[in-house]
């Protein structure tokens, strides 16, 4: 009884005690940390506000920022296209802006060129007026900043009479150049709704403020306008506030006010890509937001002692229930102390409560124990299937048992893996040495190589199907991998032996370089036959053969068993084996084709060497016949005092066929050129008839039935190629344009064309293509010929028009000729112009340049020299022709005219002035220039051949009359020795028979080329040449010599036995 009051009352004194202190000081702690999380979700709160109201006003601010610079991209876009219509700016500024209700002012500001520090002084301005924008832009007198370079800008706001304002300017770039602004005036009073609709906490507000620390948004209207330090002096002395937010930093303030504690967090605002921030700041009141929180911590006091009082008299009553079962419990320990657990008994407490649970656990420690003991007896016998259950989850010692069981049990599982991988590592190791001596034994033969490794490899692995495609890269286009063998594999699986890169399966395992492993086959992939049936196979493996990253084969398996991972990275690394070996066969093979086809090229070569030569001389020809043709397509000149002395002029000097014709295509008027091809002496006696007195029957009607469909649909043809056959049978071919000849009322009184002789062209044309089937290569070359001949005949077939009467014919005329042609009086003034030369001369009627001369309009010098020329022209009466000239325009630009200005003479012989037609020649002299280069590459090439080469040439009797020099280094002996010798001395009598030696003349004689290896053996020099005869004919069809080119083929013929 001593004993258990000593116990309660220790109990009482305690826990009672430890109770009260833990009390008092988990009391104080929470109270300070209730106070403290207070404060810090209030800090929490305010930032988490302030990002969120300054992301808002981001978005609000970053709007503008957005459309204003998408804005000045278009313009830039306009701008560098030329387009700078003060209508066109206007409306890509409304469309993109003038929606946005808090622009009230739009300006946009362009300069030819702008570094970045220039202070402008206009601006185009788009005005707003009753809340719309009016109609176009308007000039402002302003002075606009560029100070800021080539980045978006806000300008700090200012007050005016429609609240806050800032302008937004976005700069404009054309090329990469700063070539202006697009600045827009917003007014910030769209910040007051913010504002209002923003709720912060009871007594908090919400500020932005500018860079400058300027209030734009405040929930005192008084402070707007106004900077911080105006409006809160003693805080931005204390914290100097303007200049963190001029940094764009992100702080927070406490402050007091009115003995109140007042919380602010500021959070800058980025506007567009602009240097300068904005910021947002929030402010709560602490006091408010912690009258909660100490309220609180005074009913906590309240409870906590009437909690105390409580606890002392169910402390009191629980330790006289605790005594009792206490010293039972304690028996029992020392019994188990002494690891006697026979010896122990059921205490049998059944109170319901914690002692009745630390009985039974007590109890459930004893059986546990009996337990133990009869687990680890079991152990001890090698039994490591005995099972034993965990009393609890904090069962450390039967845990420990356990992982003691579980760890005996790994390493018997870790002996056996071990012994596993050890069998793996011998069966890859023999497989790879197995598959080496393979790979070296048939490295020469690929479907012996192909079959044998197949073969071995299903047998090795134990699959059932096996299947080995090679990379075929002999054509550089046609790119395939092909089935050299196929173990097991059904016919109509491999009916197709050529697989492309990413075909099925197999391509893409080539494509992706990857390994492809398929457990589940679809059903019509391929089966697996024997003598009982078919079936598919449980999966598929494709591996590439891979070598330098190239793909150089593929091996497919099938098979009934899941492959394991060893057996596919035994095949992968196998595939590196293998792709290093198919690729020295395939460069063996290539070798041996290569050797094979030396010798074919060779002999090839010396006639493509002729047929260079020979087309390179046809492309000489070409050539001088495009200088001919240009010198000949630029006889166009006029000549007339006025309108009908200016017609004439151009009928009687251009070698075209001109004519004018009434609606019944009887002819009205004609060119003097028309005499000679119709034979008649004056255009008089031309006059009045038709195409039926001066063509075949079969031209003329079609010649009628083209011109009477352009009197019915008033439309012509332009650059039509004609075959026109004359009634003495003669033909030509012309180059026909054909128009309309209507009156200023739109009436269609006729028709008027223009034929050009093309007949030169036509055969060079026809010409060009025979030689293009002979030599591709050449082809190209007189193709870029032809086209420029083409180009010449439709800038030439362009210029012809049509008037009624002699006034409107030339009009037609000067208004349809691509050609510049121009009539000047005395004092090389213009009298009348085509209409080509106001885009030349960047004018928009032909009445702005009447009047004016060339000094107006070309540089000094160009102006002078062509008044010298027409000086010259007027007094000697001898015009130029054709004259090319090298012009520099005044943008700097350099084009190349073909120039003709002839005198102006009236019917009496009277020098009135110039007339003259200048053709833009520019692209023919450029191809020129192109073609001359082009030849001086193919003379490279060609001397190129000849240095490597050796070439003689003989008589129709055998004897040498020229041979190169690589042939005279070649033989060691005087060129004069060698010409005049005969065939017959260097020939190989030895494996040439006499009567195959007079068959070989005879073939040549006959303009056969002819091939043959020879023998050489003269002084010292002995040596094997490839040679090949082409026979040269004349321009009548005979061969009047023999070219032979030869080539060394010493040392392929040592290489083949031959000494």
């Not at 808090?102 to 402008?120: D, H, Q, W």
Request: charged letters at 25%; proline letters at 2%.
């Amino acid at each position: 009884m001593k004993l258990s009051n000593n116990l309660q009352a220790k109990i009482l004194v305690f826990i009672l005690s430890t109770v009260l202190i833990v009390f008092v000081i988990v009391g104080l702690f929470v109270g300070v940390r209730n106070r403290q999380y207070a404060v810090e979700k209030a800090h929490e709160y305010t930032q988490l506000m302030a990002d969120k109201n300054a992301r808002h006003v981001e978005t609000l601010l970053n709007k503008f920022a957005v459309e204003l610079t998408s804005t000045s991209n278009v313009i830039g876009i306009q701008l560098q296209k030329g387009t700078n219509s003060q209508e066109v700016l206007s409306e890509i500024i409304k469309s993109n802006l003038s929606k946005n209700p808090e622009i009230s002012e739009l300006r946009l500001t362009v300069a030819s060129k702008l570094l970045g520090n220039e202070l402008l002084t206009s601006d185009w301005a788009l005005m707003k007026t009753n809340n719309r924008f009016v109609e176009g832009l308007q000039f402002v007198p302003t002075q606009t900043s560029v100070a800021n370079g080539n980045s978006f800008f806000v300008s700090e706001p200012i007050q005016t009479t429609n609240g806050l304002v800032s302008d937004f300017s976005s700069p404009i770039f054309v090329n990469g150049d700063l070539q202006g602004y697009l600045t827009a005036s917003v007014n910030l009073g769209f910040f007051g709704t913010f504002i209002k609709e923003s709720y912060i906490f009871e007594g908090g507000f919400i500020t932005v403020m500018s860079n400058s620390g300027v209030f734009v948004a405040h929930s005192n209207s008084g402070f707007l306008g106004k900077k911080f330090s105006e409006n809160f002096p003693i805080e931005e002395k204390e914290w100097n506030v303007e200049s963190k937010v001029a940094k764009g930093s992100q702080f927070e303030l406490l402050t007091k006010f009115q003995r109140n504690s007042y919380y602010s967090y500021f959070v800058p605002v980025k506007i567009g890509n602009a240097s300068l921030l904005w910021t947002v700041e929030v402010t709560v009141p602490m006091h408010k937001i912690l009258e909660a929180s100490n309220k609180s911590i005074l009913n906590s006091i309240f409870v906590a002692l009437i909690g105390f009082v409580i606890l002392i008299f169910v402390i009191w009553y629980l330790t006289n229930k605790i005594i009792s079962p206490v010293k039972n419990v304690t028996g029992i320990l020392e019994l188990l102390s002494k690891g006697n657990t026979r010896d122990i008994k059921p205490l049998g407490l059944k109170s319901g409560d914690e002692l009745q649970l630390m009985s039974d656990s007590l109890e459930k420690v004893v059986d546990g124990l009996r337990v133990t003991e009869g687990f680890a007896l079991g152990i001890g016998k090698g039994n490591l299937t005995e099972k034993y259950e965990l009393l609890s989850s904090d069962d450390q010692l039967g845990r420990a048992l356990l992982n003691m069981r579980d760890s005996l049990k790994h390493s018997r599982e870790e002996e056996e893996k071990r012994k596993r991988e050890e069998e793996i590592r011998n069966w890859a190791t023999q497989g790879i040495a197995k598959f080496a001596e393979i790979l070296r034994n048939d490295s020469n033969q690929m479907k012996k190589l192909g079959y044998n490794l197949t073969e071995n490899l299903v047998n090795y692995l134990d699959v059932n199907q096996g299947a080995f495609f090679v990379l075929n890269n002999d054509l550089e286009d046609d790119i395939y991998y092909e089935l050299v063998t196929a173990i097991a594999y059904g016919r109509d699986k491999f009916m197709k032996k050529e697989i492309r890169v990413g075909e099925g399966l197999v391509g893409r395992c080539a494509f992706e370089r990857k390994t492809v492993f398929l457990t589940e086959v679809p059903d019509d992939y391929a089966n697996i036959t024997s003598g009982l049936g078919t079936a598919n196979p449980t999966c598929i493996l494709i591996v590439p053969c891979i070598l330098n990253e190239e793909v150089f084969g593929v091996i497919e398996i099938a098979s009934f068993r899941v492959l394991q991972p060893y057996e596919i990275e035994f095949v992968e690394k196998l595939g590196e084996s293998i792709a290093a070996t198919i690729s020295n066969v395939k460069i063996n093979e290539k070798t041996s084709k290569l050797l094979a086809a030396s010798q074919h090229q060779s002999e090839e070569l010396a006639a493509q060497e002729e047929e260079l030569r020979q087309n390179l001389e046809e492309m000489e020809a070409t050539q001088e016949d495009l200088k001919r043709q240009m010198e000949t397509n630029e006889q166009l000149r006029i000549n007339m005092q006025q309108q009908a002395a200016l017609l004439d002029s151009l009928l009687n000097s251009l070698p075209d066929y001109i004519y004018f014709k009434d609606k019944d295509s009887k002819f009205l008027r004609i060119s003097k050129s028309m005499l000679e091809l119709f034979n008649a002496k004056t255009v008089a006696d031309v006059i009045g008839k038709s195409d039926f007195d001066y063509h075949t029957p079969e031209n003329a009607r079609k010649f009628y039935e083209d011109e009477q469909n352009i009197i019915r649909n008033k439309k012509g043809i332009t650059d039509q190629l004609q075959k026109e056959v004359m009634i003495d049978g003669s033909y030509k071919w012309m180059s026909v344009t054909k128009l309309p000849l209507i009156t200023e009322e739109g009436d269609c009184i006729g028709t008027f064309g223009i034929s050009k002789d093309v007949t030169v062209l036509k055969n060079l044309e026809i010409e060009a293509i025979k030689k293009n089937e002979e030599m591709s290569q050449t082809m190209e070359t007189m193709k870029l010929a032809q086209e420029d001949l083409n180009k010449q005949i439709d800038i030439n077939s362009k210029m012809r028009e049509n008037e009624k009467r002699q006034n409107a014919l030339l009009d037609a005329l000067l208004n349809s000729l691509p050609d510049y042609i121009y009539f000047k009086d005395e004092q090389s003034r213009f009298l009348k112009i085509s209409k080509s030369l106001i885009s030349l001369f960047g004018a928009k009627t032909v009445d702005d340049v009447i009047g004016k001369s060339d000094f107006d309009y070309h540089t000094p010098e160009n102006a002078q020299k062509y008044f010298d020329d027409e000086l010259k022209i007027m007094q000697t009466r001898k015009g130029i022709v054709n004259q090319l000239q090298r012009e520099i325009l005044p943008d700097g630009s350099v084009i190349w005219n073909s120039i003709t200005k002839l005198p102006l003479l009236t019917n009496q012989g009277e020098c009135i002035g110039t007339f003259g037609i200048s053709k833009n020649v520019t692209d023919v002299k450029t191809l020129e220039i192109e073609a001359q280069r082009r030849e001086a590459e193919l003379n490279g090439v060609l001397n190129a051949v000849k240095a490597s080469t050796y070439t003689v040439e003989y008589d129709m009797q055998g004897k040498i009359t020229d041979v190169n020099d690589a042939f005279v280094k070649l033989l060691k002996i005087k060129k004069e020795e060698i010409i005049g010798s005969h065939h017959k001395d260097g020939y190989d009598k030895n494996n040439i028979s006499e009567k195959e030696y007079k068959q070989f003349w005879t073939d040549l004689k006959q303009g056969k080329i002819c091939h043959q290896k020879n023998h050489l053996q003269i002084n010292d020099v002995e040596v094997w040449l490839s040679e090949t005869y082409t026979p040269i004919k004349d321009s009548e069809g005979n061969v009047d010599r023999i070219f032979k080119i030869a080539f060394d083929i010493t040392e392929y013929m040592k290489k083949n036995g031959k000494k």
